[in-house]
């Protein structure tokens, strides 16, 4: 599958933006492919990311009959605004993807993501791949959402 690249510039602090996208075990609540996260460990990253940490998580994505559960390894680095994911056992030959957060001099930031994936399976790759690229698409979207109901201006409600 071709790879995917992304950025979109929002009214969030960074460090928002990096929060929500750190916090994996709320992806149930928002992201409207994935039923279940679960968060297998966590331990400080060392050298890797001093001061952040590393996280091994599965995640259970539905479409229509399919049911696919995947474990990553994710690296927070909340020094440099960065996430990125490696893969661990799943329905993938291989999946990463990396999110970065820039400040804006508005106040704002600036949320790039890329992913780059392929599935073991001709089979499951015809069956879920044009779900794959519609959720891909979306899943900016519905952060970017959740960020509104997170940070969005209250004063307004």
Not at 37 to 63: H, Q, T
């Amino acid at each position: 599958m071709p790879a995917h690249e992304q950025s979109q510039d929002v009214p969030y602090p960074a460090r928002d933006m990096y929060a929500l996208v750190a916090d994996i075990a709320s992806y149930p609540d928002f992201l409207p492919w994935c039923n279940a996260a679960r968060i297998r460990k966590r331990e400080p990253a060392g050298d890797e990311a001093p001061g952040g940490e590393i996280v091994v998580a599965d995640l259970i994505v539905s479409y229509k009959l399919l049911r696919e559960q995947f474990t990553s390894r994710v690296v927070l680095d909340p020094a440099k605004l960065t996430i990125d994911v490696g893969y661990i056992k799943g329905p993938f030959k291989y999946l990463m993807n990396k999110w970065r957060f820039e400040e804006l001099p508005n106040g704002g930031s600036r949320v790039y993501f890329s992913i780059d994936f392929e599935f073991k399976s001709r089979m499951l790759e015809r069956l879920i791949g044009e779900f794959f690229d519609r959720a891909l698409m979306k899943m900016m979207g519905a952060f970017l959402q959740r960020a509104d109901e997170l940070y969005g201006n209250t004063a307004e409600s």
